[in-house]
């Protein structure tokens, strides 16, 4: 079997003029220039892009401007890169582009790279040589330290072959992007193709895509089925993570679509305008004051922020600090995404960093927790991180929020959520998708509910318990239902509370009366079983007691509860005694005279008149010990 081939990310770098081009089309054989006004001024002003396969490698070449007003768009296409290619012309040496750019490579994280030494054919020895001296320097410290420095020319191909070589050593070094993550796209370009219809295009930076598949389009959240998929330039059934990607999507005007927009696995992510990251400053620019506006850049997408300094009122150059960002413009973008700020006037780049947490909130006065959380986050201590999310969710974090919010892969959670567990500090309460919840809090709803219950026996002796919206009625108004239940269930089965239906109860309590209700209920009782059948009115009853009619109503409850008494009609009461003995006299009348029975012999055996007669008729067809047939009955 063919080994699969790596397909790794190659993005230009440098000043303008170095030859980034010419270097991109003597490689692979493509100018990415492709617009009129680029082949005009002969300069580059918009991302462009090329193939190449060489020793086992797939490259997708980003050939980015260099020209100082495009950063913008050498932004858009530094992000995905896995291996930077920094080219510097041997005639002009070190220049503000080329710090700017390999600036920007560092504040991204990019790992790997090597440097071209251009337009050696313009140069002589001595020149390369000390030329050669001044990048050392300038890269000592740098993730481009120990790169290789190879000398070119585009035009004489001198140095090509070695470039190559030292690419190909590059690629088999990057550990490459995750195509087990979830499905994300920056999108750096779209447009129509006749026939196609919309296509966006960018680099792959996780995941995989395959036509048929739905995907969002971020922001806005619009479902999206992809109809095609290209990777380096050819039609495929799956594109993967650290391939320059073209998706044709159904449904959708290309207008609609624009660079900085993102496609990402359907219903999993939200956008954001709100990030807490880790922001540094590089070392040679002003100071940053609070609440500046700066020019964020992430991904693709671009856009103006105000910078909220984390508990400090400035940034001096070369530092680091927490800081919330607040964008003018939603993205999607996850914890441990790179970004970029620059400043507006003199435009040029002032720092970068991490998102630490995509969906912050707004910082409130008193709040410890944040440092920890983002510490976490930085750390990249998953379970940490998962039970700080939780403890800063009051009311519960159900599963989904944590892909939404930490990035993470399905196993990843569930690793994640696994550990915390079991450790006990967090509760997985069973729902439909779980909730996760702190012990903690667990704890104080339980005892806040046993608070409840208990003033509710004490305030209401004559009530076998609290109706359990009542209780819910009690607590936060915000408290999921489940978690409520699984408080609920959690009491009952530490004995301490006994769930009778709707109503919930401390564990074996009983009612307990005052003598005087003592009394009263037992002459409740009494007049319904003196009565027999023929029952006097509730009213009747109750209006003869010594106790007030509130209490005399609750403990009239109480004899139905307890099944004393029951009720067959909204007005007829009877005592169960009296109700077991027509039952025994309907039996023995069926032995004796057979099963049919009329309403008035009825009436002669139960000895009692048609007011009480049909009622009780009507309970037991309802009760199914007697059944209506024409006029008559028949006891079953
Ligand atoms: N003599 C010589 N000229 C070169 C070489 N490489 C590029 N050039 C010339 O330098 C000029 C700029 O080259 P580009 O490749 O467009 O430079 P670039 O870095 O892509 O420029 P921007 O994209 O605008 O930043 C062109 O006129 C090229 O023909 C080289 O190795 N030797
Ligand atoms: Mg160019």
Not at 492 to 515: C, H, M, N, T, Y
Not at 554 to 572: C, F, G, H, Y
Request: hydrophobic share 40%; with cysteine; aromatic share 4%.
């Amino acid at each position: 079997m063919a080994h699969p081939l790596k397909s790794v990310i190659v993005g230009t770098a440098g000043h303008i003029d170095h030859g980034k081009s010419s270097l991109v089309e003597a490689l692979t054989g493509t100018h990415p220039d492709r617009l009129e006004e680029e082949k005009r001024r002969g300069i580059t002003i918009d991302l462009g892009f090329a193939f190449l396969e060489e020793s086992g490698v797939r490259f997708g070449f980003v050939d980015v401007p260099g020209h100082e007003r495009f950063v913008g768009n050498m932004l858009a296409g530094a992000a995905g890169i896995d291996v930077v290619v920094l080219v510097i012309a041997a005639d002009e040496s070190i220049k503000p582009q080329t710090r700017e750019h390999f600036d920007i490579c560092r504040l991204l994280g990019i790992k790997r790279g090597l440097v071209a030494l251009t337009k050696t054919d313009l140069v002589d020895r001595e020149t390369l040589e000390l030329v050669h001296l001044e990048l050392e320097d300038f890269l000592r410290g740098s993730f481009l330290e120990d790169a290789p420095i190879v000398p070119v020319s585009a035009k004489s191909g001198e140095g090509l072959t070695e470039l190559k070589q030292a690419l190909v050593l590059e690629a088999q070094q990057v550990a490459g992007k995750d195509s087990q993550r979830n499905f994300r796209l920056p999108i750096d370009r779209a447009f129509a193709v006749k026939g196609f219809g919309s296509v966006v295009t960018g680099t792959l930076i996780s995941g995989h895509v395959s036509p048929g598949e739905e995907v969002e389009l971020f922001p806005g959240g619009l479902k999206l089925r992809v109809r095609g998929v290209e990777s380096g330039g050819q039609r495929v059934d799956r594109a993967e993570a650290g391939q320059r990607t073209a998706v044709n999507l159904a449904g959708i005007d290309h207008h609609a679509l624009e660079r900085g927009m993102t496609l990402a696995e359907p219903s999993r992510f939200r956008a954001t305008r709100r990030l807490d990251v880790k922001l540094r400053l590089l070392s040679n620019v002003r100071k940053l004051k609070n609440h500046a506006l700066v020019h964020f850049h992430a991904g693709s997408f671009e856009t103006m922020a105000e910078v909220a300094l984390f508990e400090r009122s400035e940034l001096s150059a070369g530092e680091d600090s927490f800081a919330q960002l607040r964008l003018r413009q939603s993205v999607l973008v996850l914890p441990g995404d790179p970004f970029i700020v620059r400043q507006s006037s003199p435009l040029i780049t002032i720092g970068g960093g991490t998102v630490l947490d995509a969906l912050a909130r707004r910082p409130r006065a008193r709040e410890t927790s944040r440092r920890e959380f983002l510490l976490a986050v930085e750390r990249n201590d998953r379970p940490e991180t998962l039970a700080q999310l939780t403890e800063r969710a009051l009311f519960g974090l159900p599963q989904p929020e944590i892909a939404a919010r930490t990035g993470w892969t399905d196993a990843e959670i569930e690793a994640a959520v696994r550990s915390i567990v079991v450790s006990k500090r967090i509760r997985l309460i069973a729902a439909e998708p779980p909730i996760l919840f702190t012990s903690a809090s667990f704890e104080e709803l339980l005892k806040k509910i046993s608070e409840r219950v208990e003033r509710f026996h004490k305030e209401n002796p004559l009530e076998a318990g609290i109706p359990r919206e009542e209780l819910r009625a009690t607590l936060a108004r915000r408290l999921r239902p489940e978690i409520f239940r699984a408080a609920l269930e959690e009491l009952a089965a530490r004995k301490k509370l006994d769930l009778q239906g709707e109503v919930v109860k401390r564990a074996g309590s009983e009612i307990s009366l005052l003598p005087d209700e003592v009394k009263a209920k037992e002459q409740i009782e009494a007049a319904f079983a003196s009565a027999g059948l023929a029952v006097p009115s509730v009213k009747e009853v109750l209006s003869t007691l010594a106790v007030e009619a509130r209490r005399s109503e609750k403990l009239l409850q109480l004899l139905l509860r307890e099944k004393a008494l029951l009720r067959v009609t909204p007005d007829l009461i009877f005592h169960r005694h009296a109700l077991a003995e027509l039952r025994a006299k309907l039996a023995a009348y069926k032995k004796l005279k057979g099963e049919r029975i009329s309403v008035p012999t009825f009436k002669d055996l139960a000895g009692i008149t048609r007011k009480y007669a049909i009622p009780l008729l009507e309970y037991l067809d309802r009760e199914r010990v007697t059944r209506r047939q024409g006029d008559e009955r028949v006891i079953l």
